[in-house]
Antibody, heavy 128, light 110 residues
């Protein structure tokens, strides 16, 4: 059974860098899938932060203005998120998730299948 | 601001059918597969539907998904009190090269 567990400081000061780690058990990060982060501000909806595939291919949400960096450590089987120059707007529950991506081209039209099939329980981060 | 629009709330009596819509555009729902997530209170989201209409193992068949053009729909029958949750649609946006979530719909059992 694949399990993900987020960890990190519950409180970060404004302008500092937030660092979170997600430990993965039951599946090797280097065996496939994208791995990434989603956050949810208090009382609000879900926001996709980004994902990475085997240390190379990665995607990031431009709404974060290049402040987010996602990396994987295959030796520890974990992924990390660093979010720089945080403000109160970055206060949220942060989830890590395994993310499936499939890209097809049918009759010259591109189709993507992308979804999060395994989620961690989330970790709350307050910026104050 | 999300590019996928859902009704803020839906309510129905126990045993009734619920339908949640998700409206997008050609760069997201129109050309890509849709997934749906259930978020029970104070818990992490859970995958309900992927590839428009596929259920992961363990999801009951009273949950179903469909897609037509630039809109998608989540249906579930036999509404139960345990279904009270927030529901989110999501898909890849080919223009933005990011995954986008819908605005979310809160389901209330009357």
């Amino acid at each position: 059974q694949v399990q993900l567990q987020e960890s990190g400081p519950g409180l970060v000061k404004p302008s500092e860098t937030l660092s979170l780690t997600c430990g993965v058990s039951g599946y090797s990060i280097s065996s496939g899938y994208y791995w990434g982060w989603i956050r949810q501000p208090p009382g609000k909806g879900l926001e996709w932060i980004g994902s990475i595939y085997d240390r190379r291919d990665s995607f990031h949400n431009p709404s974060l203005k290049s402040r987010a960096a996602i990396s994987v450590d295959t030796s520890k089987n974990e992924l990390s998120l660093r979010l720089s120059s945080v403000t109160a707007a970055d206060t949220a529950v942060y989830y890590c998730a395994r993310q499936f991506m499939r890209h097809q081209i049918i009759r010259r039209v591109s189709y993507y299948s992308y979804y999060m099939d395994v989620w961690g329980k989330g970790t709350t981060v307050n910026v104050s | 601001q999300s590019v996928l629009t859902q009704p803020p709330s839906v309510s129905a009596a126990p045993g009734q059918k619920v339908t949640i819509s998700c409206s997008g555009g050609s760069s997201n729902i129109g050309n890509n597969y849709v997934s749906w997530y259930q978020q029970l209170p104070e818990t992490a989201p859970k995958l309900l539907i992927y590839d428009n209409n596929q259920r992961p193992s363990g999801i009951p068949d009273r949950f179903s998904g469909s897609k037509s053009g630039t809109s998608a729909t989540l249906d579930f029958t036999g509404l139960q009190t345990g279904d009270e949750a927030d529901y989110y649609c999501g898909t890849w946006d080919s223009s933005l090269s990011i995954f986008v979530f819908g605005t979310g719909t809160k389901v209330t059992v009357l």
